[in-house]
Structures are given as C-alpha cells and as structure tokens.
C-alpha cells in the first residue's frame, strides 16, 4: 500500500513541477526512506532533515525556543514551524514536519505514547496540521506515522 502512495505522490509532484523535503524527529527518516526507495526519486525529492533533539529542529529549521519551553516539541506549534523551516531552507514546494513520542517510554498523561503530530506545508502559503494517536509498540507507532505522513502530502499535492 505505502508503495502505491508514494508512487501517487511522485506523479503528483512531477505533473505540478514540485519538489518536496521532509523534517523528521520520531520517523528517524523513515519518510524519506520510503520515498526514496522509488527509482526516479531524485526528479521530485529535495531532502529531508531528521532533526531529533530540540537543538536541531533550532539550528537546522528555525523552531524557536520558545516552542520548547512551551507547548514542547511534541506540539502543533513544533511541526508547523519544522514544516516552514523545511520550505525556508530548501528549494522544495511541500514539506512534511512529524514530531512525536513512539515509546515505549516518554509519555505523560497529556501526550501519551503514540502521539504524533503533523504538518504538511507549501510554498503557496497552505499549512495543514493533526495530531494522532497510533496503537502499538515503538516501529508500529513509526510505520504508521511514515504512511500518515505520506499520505497527507499526496492530499496536499493533490489539492
């Protein structure tokens, strides 16, 4: 299924002439892994940061440090500011930002394990983000954020 989507999203990228970057913590780059796993990648894929302490999702995409003394990293005030961060310091049209806790530890009562949060944003001023909560153990929680954050970026483009 994700080869599909992201098969979708190439085509998608290519017929708008886009290019698209990826800003990960808790993924590890496993957004761009998946992208690039397709042959012809480099016509449509910029790069991605895997910015996993707060000191680089500062110094690599601008997240102020407000944002971390705050609502935290695992924030839609994170993710959307990754997400611009991403656009800022690169040549693509699109980005994704995902920021999340996968466990098993990290958790607290308001951000339990498996929470996740999303922004998808583009060079035309769209800026799109949720929070979801996965089930299941530390790769499951990964893997479902990666297809989550595909395919956010495919309705992105799509749109």
């Known amino acids: 299924m994700i080869d599909l989507q992201v098969e979708a999203l190439a085509q998608a990228l290519l017929a708008k002439g886009w290019r698209a970057v990826t800003a990960e ?4 780059g496993g957004v761009a892994h ?8 480099s016509d449509w894929l910029e790069g991605g940061f895997v910015t996993y302490s707060n000191a680089m999702k500062q110094r690599l995409l601008g997240v102020p440090e407000t944002v971390f003394t705050g609502p935290g990293a695992v924030s839609q005030e994170c993710v959307e500011a990754m997400a611009r961060g991403a656009l800022q310091h690169s040549d693509a ?32 001023g769209d800026l799109k983000s949720l929070c979801h909560r996965f089930n299941g153990d530390r790769q499951t929680v990964r893997d ?5 954050a595909i395919s956010g970026m495919l309705r992105m483009v799509q749109n």
Not at 34 to 41: F, W
Not at 144 to 148: C, E, I, L, M, N
């Open 93 to 124: 049209q699109i980005s994704v930002a995902i920021s999340g806790i996968a466990g098993p530890g990290g958790g607290t009562p308001d951000k339990p394990v498996g929470t996740v949060w999303f922004a998808w944003a583009s060079t035309g």
């Open 144 to 148: 479902q954020a990666v297809v989550a």
């Open 34 to 41: 998946q992208l690039t796993a397709l042959a012809g990648s």
């Open 25 to 28: 913590s808790c993924t590890g």
